[in-house]
């Protein structure tokens, strides 16, 4: 007994010489690791002064204390091997001070939350505004003609879509077809140079019906089916994907009700542009 506990005591102690021995890298490497991250969130970071960075540094710096104790603690105690609890700090900030150099190389808004405001936004298919200005000086005039034969032609392409689309879907069809995002994404490429073409109408009418035209915005809720093995996943683990569903058929109908509102945008367009050719 006397034997194994003077074996216990020598293994303790060349253990904690070992930790010692990788403290002396360790040390040294975190300090290069918190450069790599120190320095990038200076750049990345422009707004909020000395603050914000100052704040996100010294959180960072408590999550490096309780990891490198952590590892600190169950290299010690033998539970883990010594190199592994104590480079476990390192091996945990490393790609964070890679990630932040990446993106602060690239000149990324990584901690604007207004990016990441709108990317929720278009996720979750929050409408946007559209804002057209009436130009002081117009490049390209407006052919009445071109004008009209285009805006027919869209409300083609969204009377089409609308027939081929039905208006509520079952869960199995939800899942296996959607709407079809290909012939969405036409409409709202065609809608868009319709609206960019019309935005050099001298016609200050004509420039408040094109605010009027909704941005047609193409969520995934649409076509889930884009993602076969998540549909199929999703109609064998019936009913987990209710409330996917549920919001797809919400955004649908949304998607109805703007497609609607381009067609009869048009409409309105269609008469103002055939009035003004009439006047002149």
């Known amino acids: 007994e006397y034997r194994s506990l003077t074996m216990a005591d020598d293994t303790r102690t060349i253990r904690r010489h070992s930790i010692e021995l990788m403290k002396k890298f360790t040390l040294s490497f975190a300090c290069i690791i918190f450069f790599f991250i120190g320095a990038p969130l200076g750049a990345i ?12 540094s010294v959180f960072l710096f408590i999550f490096y204390y309780i990891i490198d104790n952590m590892g600190y603690k169950l290299a010690r105690d033998g539970k883990w091997p010594v190199w592994q609890g104590m480079w476990l700090s390192a091996a945990v900030l490393l790609p964070l001070g890679i990630f932040f150099t990446y993106k602060a190389v690239n000149d990324s808004a990584v901690f604007n ?5 709108n990317f929720f936004r278009r996720f979750f298919g929050v409408s946007e505004t559209r804002s057209v200005e009436m130009k002081e000086i117009v490049m390209e005039e407006v052919r009445p003609a071109i004008a009209l034969e285009r805006l027919n032609r869209l409300k083609d392409m969204v009377t ?16 296996r077809k959607g709407y079809d995002r290909d012939s969405l994404h036409a409409i709202r490429d065609y809608e868009e140079s319709i609206v960019e073409r019309l935005s050099n109408s001298r016609d200050k009418m004509v420039i408040i019906r094109l605010m009027d035209m909704p941005i047609l915005r193409s969520l995934w809720f649409i076509e889930p089916s884009s993602n076969r093995w998540l549909s199929n996943i999703m109609i ?3 009913p987990i994907g209710i409330p996917i569903w549920l919001y797809g058929r919400y955004t649908q109908k949304q998607l109805r009700h703007d497609l609607d509102t381009v067609s009869k945008v ?4 269609i008469t103002l542009i055939e009035n003004g050719t009439d006047k002149a």
Request: glycine residues 10%.
């Open 45 to 56: 970071i422009r707004k909020g002064g000395l603050g914000t960075p100052l704040v996100i």
């Open 236 to 238: 064998a683990l019936f």
């Open 113 to 117: 939350k207004d990016a990441y405001l």
């Open 266 to 269: 048009s409409s309105q367009l």
């Open 160 to 175: 089409g879509f609308l027939a081929d689309n039905p208006p509520s879907q079952s869960y199995i069809s939800y899942w």
